[in-house]
């Protein structure tokens, strides 16, 4: 696979004690190892997951009860794990009416993710749901064609200014980031050697990533 633009996304656990005032650091973690993989556009939606799998325990289990919060990549969908001791405790969709108390939970994983489901072992259980991440591969880029052209060249400026590695999968953020300003000065550089004017062509550069963007969010919505 060219693996220019590639983010690794390592799967990541961590332990704690099923209690409400886990959930907002809980949700704080979730979004900065989002953060890290790129994954913002399921930010929320990954929040929301967490929030309502962790109160489920806390709601049908226990309080108190040691629980385990675990992030992954099943293919190009994001993997939440919410794992807890309790063989006997359930989650069940419920229809829940406007003005019900509770129930409300895993209606809410339902709608807000792809798929969901349960997993039983002699010991423990596994409660986890999975959301799209609209990614070209486990370790790929979101941003269709001008994000997969962009890694390919920061790929070629990887490996030119590191001799020997593999482009831009060999790189650090700080590096990659650093070979994107090369990219756009050469490039500014080379419009102006032509005899182009380099503030229209940025005017029109940064037009046209604005409707780009524009067009992303309104498919989205």
């Known amino acids: 696979m060219d693996c220019a633009g590639c983010v690794p996304r390592k799967p990541w656990d961590i332990p704690f004690v099923a209690e409400p005032r886990e959930v907002s650091a809980l949700r704080r973690i979730m979004r900065l190892h989002l953060g890290f993989w790129g994954l913002h556009e399921i930010t929320e939606a990954a929040q929301l997951c967490v929030t309502e799998l962790v109160s489920n325990v806390i709601t049908h289990v226990g309080a108190g009860t040691p629980t ?25 969709l419920l229809q829940a009416g406007a003005d019900s108390e509770g129930g409300r939970g895993m209606a809410l994983v339902d709608a807000t993710a792809d798929r969901w489901g349960v997993q039983l072992y002699p010991n423990r259980k596994i409660t986890w749901c999975e959301l799209s991440t609209r990614l070209n591969s486990p370790d790929g880029h979101s941003g269709g064609a001008p994000v997969a052209r962009a890694g390919a060249m920061l790929g070629l400026y990887g490996a030119a200014s590191s001799p020997g590695s593999s482009g831009l999968s060999a790189l650090s953020v700080a590096a ?22 380099v503030d229209e062509a940025m005017d029109r550069a940064q037009m046209r990533f604005e409707v780009d963007v524009a067009g992303g969010e309104d498919s989205l919505a």
């Open 68 to 92: 385990t919060l675990a992030v992954s990549m099943n293919g190009t969908y994001l993997r939440i794990e919410v794992q807890d001791p309790d063989t006997r405790a359930l989650p069940t």
């Open 176 to 197: 990659a980031q650093e070979a994107a300003i090369n990219v756009i000065a050469d490039l500014l550089h080379w419009l102006q050697a032509h005899g182009h004017d």
